[in-house]
Nanobody, 124 residues
């Protein structure tokens, strides 16, 4: 299984950006986005169940970020609106074989596969 995250770049505050996470091979139960800002620990951004499409977002991005998937393309997206410099980070997608625990859990250990990360830089 390979996850390929893409779509990062340099944008200005207030702009929007869409990240993609393509899964090679079969799809699994749950996908998530995490991010790691410079000098900080990695944090949960949001997650989605592949079947049904239920989502959960972290409080820091609720109302601004949306996670959705395209079944035909085996791709999960992170639509980011109203970006601020505090959103600057490397964004990682992750995939869980089993749908374990609460959808909005920040527990990284439930995720079996991780993408390589894509850098998002938001200038003020």
């Amino acid at each position: 299984v390979q996850l390929q995250a893409s779509g990062g770049g340099l944008v200005q505050a207030g702009d929007s950006l869409r990240l993609s996470c393509s899964a090679s091979g079969c799809t699994f139960s749950r996908y998530a986005w995490f991010r790691q800002a410079p000098g900080k620990e990695r944090e949960f951004v949001g997650s989605i169940r592949w079947i049904g499409g239920s989502t959960a977002n972290a409080a820091s991005v609720k109302g601004r970020f949306t996670i959705f998937r395209d079944n035909a393309k085996n791709t999960v997206y992170l639509q980011m609106n109203s970006l601020t410099p505090e959103d600057t980070a490397v964004y990682y997608c992750a995939e869980a074989v089993r749908d374990t625990g609460v959808l909005g859990t920040a527990r990284e250990s439930i995720y079996d596969y991780w993408g390589q990360g894509t850098l998002v830089t938001v200038s003020s």
